[in-house]
């Protein structure tokens, strides 16, 4: 018979699984801005080409009934973002390896958990689903089991 769980044997392995998949997260997002840091549309010469092809996209899916991108969000894209790619390329890039590299030391995680979930709320007004819903659940439960530690 499985005995239940008491209290502190609850917390110890919600602490562990979370350090798992806080160090998973970490390395995703690791990853991710690893590859755009380095990269001359991102972070180069070119800065600013590939997140603005990005924000382009975004509003073509801001079109017709149903769209994907809500109208609030498109003027935020049309007025902020796209004036402003070369900027929000770096922020983007820089955001994605440092949010990665603090998941993974465990340094300021529950920043990093709030960094990474606006990044992945932002994607997702966007209209880009991909991983997004994976990874904003994720720093969600990390935060609501005090994956910060």
């Known amino acids: 018979m499985i005995e239940r769980l008491s209290?502190?044997?609850w917390?110890?392995?919600a602490q562990m699984a979370g350090a798992?998949?806080?160090?998973?997260?970490?390395?995703?997002?690791?990853e991710a801005g690893f590859e755009k840091v380095g990269n001359p549309a991102w972070t180069g010469s070119q800065a600013g080409?590939?997140?603005g092809g990005f924000l382009k996209g975004a509003l073509a899916k801001a079109a017709g009934e149903h769209p994907d991108v809500q109208p609030f969000y498109a003027q935020f894209i049309e007025r902020?973002?796209?004036p402003n790619a070369h900027v929000f390329s770096y922020l983007v890039a820089y955001g994605e390896l440092l949010t990665g590299i603090a998941l993974m030391l465990?340094?300021?995680?529950?920043?990093?958990?709030?960094?990474?979930?606006?990044?992945?709320l932002n994607y997702l007004l966007a209209g880009t689903v991909s991983v997004n819903?994976?990874?904003?659940?994720?720093?969600f439960v990390l935060l609501w089991i005090g994956g910060t530690g």
């Open 7 to 9: 209290g502190f044997a």
């Open 133 to 139: 819903p994976i990874w904003l659940t994720a720093a």
């Open 49 to 51: 080409a590939a997140v």
């Open 106 to 120: 465990g340094a300021f995680t529950g920043v990093a958990l709030v960094a990474g979930a606006l990044m992945n």
């Open 80 to 82: 902020v973002a796209l």
């Open 11 to 13: 917390r110890r392995w």
């Open 20 to 30: 798992v998949v806080r160090v998973w997260l970490g390395w995703r997002w690791f």
